[in-house]
T-cell receptor, first 111, second 114 residues
Framework: QKEVEQDPGPLSVPEGAIVSLNCTYSNSAFQYFMWYRQYSRKGPELLMYTYSSGNKEDGRFTAQVDKSSKYISLFIRDSQPSDSATYLCAMSHFYDYKLSFGAGTTVTVRA | EADIYQTPRYLVIGTGKKITLECSQTMGHDKMYWYQQDPGMELHLIHYSYGVNSTEKGDLSSESTVSRIRTEHFPLTLESARPSHTSQYLC?????????????FGPGTRLLVL
């Protein structure tokens, strides 16, 4: 069983829609939860990170963590064509910070 | 913006050739990583280094080798390339003690072995 499972997609949404991305994990030792965005032909870039259960907002992006259910989500409000990318969830232990990644969800926002 | 560079960006090479993928960062980060990324698959850690003269194998077995002689430089070498090595290779770096030790990624090297 994979440590991190990510909804595979792909997702295609009209501009302005809300995008919902999800990952589940099995390892209770994960303490830090991150979302990376990867544009085509580029390396991943950190979008958001959270430590505790609950919500964290940054502009149009909201990251949600539910440690009791081992479930994390990323919501993109008012999606724009520039949000078209692959989104990777990642998580790490508190003791070595090595990252475990989901397989990524490719999102296309149609103008 | 992260200053981490990878060369070449694309490489097409024949079976049996020796190749070195370069990775350099100008942030003074002590930790560096190599990942392998295939389409639709997770990034897999193949090598990491926590400082000069320190290298460890990652979770995914790889026939490649790495060296860390200088803080800023972390090259990956394949002594004899095979078609099974075709993949995208991503280099990353992070600073010990930073917020959750954020990893910054380079643009990647796409390798095709014929």
């Amino acid at each position: 069983q994979k440590e991190v499972e990510q909804d595979p997609g792909p997702l295609s949404v009209p501009e302005g829609a809300i995008v919902s991305l999800n990952c589940t994990y099995s390892n209770s030792a994960f303490q830090y939860f991150m979302w990376y965005r990867q544009y085509s032909r580029k390396g991943p870039e950190l979008l958001m990170y959270t430590y505790s259960s609950g919500n964290k907002e940054d502009g149009r992006f909201t990251a949600q963590v539910d440690k009791s259910s081992k479930y994390i989500s990323l919501f993109i409000r008012d999606s724009q064509p520039s949000d078209s990318a692959t989104y990777l969830c990642a998580m790490s232990h508190f003791y070595d910070y090595k990252l475990s990644f989901g397989a990524g969800t490719t999102v296309t926002v149609r103008a | 913006e992260a200053d981490i560079y990878q060369t070449p960006r694309y490489l097409v090479i024949g079976t049996g050739k020796k190749i070195t993928l370069e990775c350099s960062q100008t942030m003074g980060h002590d930790k560096m990583y190599w990942y392998q990324q295939d389409p639709g698959m997770e990034l897999h850690l193949i090598h990491y280094s926590y400082g000069v003269n320190s290298t460890e194998k990652g979770d995914l077995s790889s026939e490649s080798t790495v060296s860390r002689i200088r803080t800023e430089h972390f090259p990956l070498t394949l002594e004899s390339a095979r078609p099974s090595h075709t993949s995208q290779y991503l280099c990353a770096s992070s600073e010990s003690g930073g917020p959750q030790e954020t990893q910054y990624f380079g643009p990647g090297t796409r390798l095709l072995v014929l």
